[in-house]
């Protein structure tokens, strides 16, 4: 199976090296039944809808789904940044047991960063044009760490330049005499200032060529491993998370549909909707037509009653599957899966 | 900024100068008319006068002036005199010469339209950028409103409203004039308070009408940037508000609002002929409009002269400082 997927011929070979053990290592993240909604003219629309999962230290999980799936609300959610007309309406998100939510303005704001980073999704536009580098990094540390000196913030920004691989010569430089891959670098090197145990990069090679996506994963892989923080990526590369990432958790219409292990999920995927995802990648070997998930994704305004998936699904079109909504399933090995194909002793029912 | 750059735009400057002297120098002399002949015309009608006498003393008038000699002579010697900031005797008020006229006139339009412009551009901006940021209070966000309804007013029918109400009907601030009649003008407290009183509703008429035009131009600009991807990073940086405020919003929304700052500067003189005048101070505005009534053409040439110079100073200084500003534009 590994080896018909092309370019992702990589599949699960980082975890090997890496040997992720989620037994060994401490949970730094606990997401549980976080719902967003968006109060629109049309009505509300629920973009993240009772998502609970959890992260160990150096673990790395990418998430996927299509767009308006709620993944950028999820990576918005946690840093608390949600804009009317959106509104956060219940859940925890808790970062080394403190629940963020709790927390006032003031205790978010600082612990924006220092717990929970967020590296941009536009990087292009993510930099100040008018001030130098080099004060963007330092006002960041200056607005947790008040009493820094000045030469102690000028070694940390030049620690974090080297860390992703640029000359510390960066500082007195402006955005627009940087290069794409250069800013998106700067952006990650801010993200890990302050040493966050969460960090969440929103598509953060999006807009690069693909040599500068692998850098730049590599440079995300890398500060992941110096500072031991769990990464979350968002992105739909799909051949991207099979060779970065150590668990994928697939969205859609707000709610999380599975949550396997990356080799999990490209060998034997789970969700009918990871299923045609999967599917939908295109392969060297059987060469022709794309096949692409039929039908649309929903309006979060008119959700699908039941399983938001059913009207695309090919197993649901029964009573079931049109009325109820499927309850988080653990399967066997830890993998999670929302759908009524798997009963609640986690066995397939075909 | 490179040496070569700074030379070029110093070259620059002097060639807009020279540029607009030459238009001011010539535009008159393709008109047939003859300012010299009429006034003498004007002065033989009044009868006493030998015709020949009166040819005599033009033909000796035009030679006083240089206006006998040739075109390209009399050209090369203005360009000579605008260097030498000489534009020669006051027409009206001879012996004083146009430059002294200017020279007098001037500090009181620099006091008075000077600051107000520089006054209405900060109020203007800090109130459009805090209309368009989400965070600032209500009350703050609301005080734009009324500038914003006044910019349709000009600033002779504010000036008017001001005078008839505060001037004339609750008599609490003079009529006009720069100061009470009778004062001399010295240093002292009770000068300066009854200047200051003096100075208070054309001040006014100027600020409340410009205002609201800063305020809608920040406002837009404000509103732009706040989506910018850069301010929301910002935000997930954990910077404080006051910081996002000042480094990543208003010093990226400042940037256009400087270029109209300077193109307001250019037209200060514009409303100073018209403040100055509803008000009685004796300012740069006054003394055109007294040129102009009086045909004084080398206090007109000279206050042309002396705007077109002040607008490409202002424009060059600008073109020094939004560098300063905007790094993008650093390197030409």
Known sequence: MMETIPGIAEVGSRNATAAYDASKTKTVLRVSGLEVTYYTDLGRAKALDDVSFTLGAGEKLGMVGESGSGKSTMALAMMRMIKPPGRIERGQVIVDDVDLMSLDEEGMRRARLSKIAYI?????NSLNPVIRIGAQMADAIRSHMRRESRSAIEDRCAAALRSVDLDPG?????????????????????GILLRPSVIIADEPTSALDVVTQRQVMETINKVQADINAAVILIGHDMGLMAQTVDRVAVMYAGRLVELSTVKEMFTDPKHPYSQALINSLPNLDKRGVFSGIPGLAPSLLRLPSGCAFHPRCPHGQQELQRSVRPAPVILAGGRMVACHLYGEEGHAHE | M?????????????????????????????????AIRERFGELARTGGFSPADIEKLIASMQQQFGLDKPLLEQYWQYLGNITRLDFGYSLSRYPTTATEVIAQSLPWTIGLLLVTTVLSFVIGTLLGAVAAWPKSPGWLRSM?????????????????????????????????????VGVVPTWSWTFFFDLMQHQILPALALILGSVGGWVLSMRGMGITIQGEDYVNFAEHKGLTGGRIFRDYYLRNALLPQVTGLALALGTVVTSAVIVEGLFGLPGIGTALNLAIRANDFPVIYGIVIFITIAIAALMTILEFVYPLLDPRIREN
């Open chain 2, 2 to 34: 490179t040496f070569k750059i700074v030379i070029k735009r110093l070259l620059f400057f002097v060639l807009v100068v020279w540029a607009a002297s030459t238009i001011v120098f010539f535009i008159p002399r393709l008109s047939s008319r003859n």
């Open chain 1, 170 to 190: 960066v500082y007195r430089m402006y955005a627009h005499e940087l290069s794409g891959g250069m800013k998106q670098r700067v952006c990650i090197a801010i």
């Open chain 2, 144 to 180: 734009a409103t009324p500038f914003i309804l006044l910019t349709g007013v000009p600033p002779v029918i504010m000036g008017i409203l001001l005078l008839f109400f505060i001037g004339f009907r609750l008599k609490w601030l003079p009529l006009g004039g720069a100061y009470s």
């Open chain 1, 120 to 124: 941009p999704q536009g990087a292009m």
